[in-house]
């Protein structure tokens, strides 16, 4: 098995010889096709997580490269952000905890980076979708995102999470149960002089 995982602890485990070998030729195919212009914002970890490699590439990236878990692309987005905005995918809970989990070189302060359009992760994730897993690692990470509007359209991740096509009944209730204070917003009792920006 070219990557593993081990299921029992959910740590991820570094690759093998033959997954190191693809790595060094997924580097290489990835730099030759970077553009000059794209080349100084290169970072090797957000392009795994854009092509929707698996969780232990993703980590094996962390660890050669640590410090790209919070580098910001030309698009302002770090790679928690390209994960959450992403289509939802099977391994999208892995990819995201592995960017998080700072034992393995990822780093829990990207929950807090915004994009350019001012969006968190979180804001993201309930977007595309993301189930309950991906909504409550994103959470634990950073707690305050949880009650914290999106700039880009003023809504609360629960009711991002809660409109579309895509919507997640279990992430929408517990990101509620994470923050059940921001329904006073929506009650006959709350006045405008009580909100908080």
Same mark, same amino acid.
């Given at each position: 098995? *070219?990557?593993?995982?081990?299921?029992?602890? !959910?740590?991820?485990?570094?690759?093998?010889?033959?997954?190191?070998?693809? &790595?060094?030729? #997924?580097?290489?195919?990835? *730099?030759? !096709?970077?553009?000059?212009?794209?080349?100084?914002?290169?970072?090797?970890?957000?392009?795994?997580?854009?092509?929707?490699?698996?969780?232990?590439?993703?980590?094996? @990236? #962390?660890?050669?490269?640590? *410090?790209?878990?919070?580098?910001?692309?030309?698009? !302002?987005?770090?790679?928690?952000?390209?994960?959450? %905005?992403?289509?939802?995918? %099977?391994?999208?809970?892995?990819?995201?905890?592995?960017?998080?989990?700072?034992?393995?070189? +990822?780093?829990?302060?990207?929950?807090?980076?915004?994009?350019?359009? @001012?969006?968190?992760?979180?804001?993201?994730?309930?977007? $595309?979708?993301?189930?309950?897993?991906?909504?409550?690692?994103?959470?634990?990470?950073?707690?305050?995102?949880?009650?914290?509007?999106? #700039?880009?359209?003023?809504?609360?991740?629960? $009711?991002?999470?809660?409109? +579309?096509?895509?919507?997640?009944? =279990?992430?929408?209730?517990? #990101?509620?149960?994470? =923050?059940?204070?921001?329904?006073?917003?929506?009650?006959?009792? &709350?006045?405008? %002089?009580?909100?908080?920006?």
């Amino acid at each position: 098995d *070219t990557y593993q995982h081990d299921e029992q602890d !959910g740590r991820l485990l570094p690759l093998t010889a033959e997954g190191e070998r693809q &790595w060094e030729s #997924l580097v290489v195919l990835i *730099t030759n !096709g970077a553009t000059a212009e794209s080349k100084e914002r290169f970072s090797m970890v957000h392009k795994v997580v854009e092509l929707g490699l698996p969780p232990p590439v993703v980590a094996h @990236g #962390l660890r050669t490269n640590p *410090t790209h878990a919070i580098v910001r692309d030309a698009l !302002g987005r770090t790679p928690l952000m390209i994960a959450a %905005s992403s289509i939802r995918r %099977s391994n999208s809970a892995g990819v995201v905890h592995a960017l998080l989990n700072e034992s393995g070189h +990822g780093n829990a302060k990207a929950a807090r980076i915004t994009d350019k359009e @001012g969006r968190l992760p979180i804001d993201a994730a309930g977007e $595309m979708g993301h189930d309950e897993r991906v909504c409550e690692l994103l959470a634990k990470a950073e707690p305050r995102a949880v009650d914290t509007r999106d #700039l880009r359209d003023r809504m609360f991740p629960f $009711m991002t999470a809660a409109i +579309g096509e895509r919507s997640d009944l =279990t992430a929408v209730y517990r #990101l509620l149960r994470r =923050t059940p204070h921001v329904m006073v917003y929506f009650t006959e009792g &709350w006045k405008k %002089s009580d909100s908080v920006s």
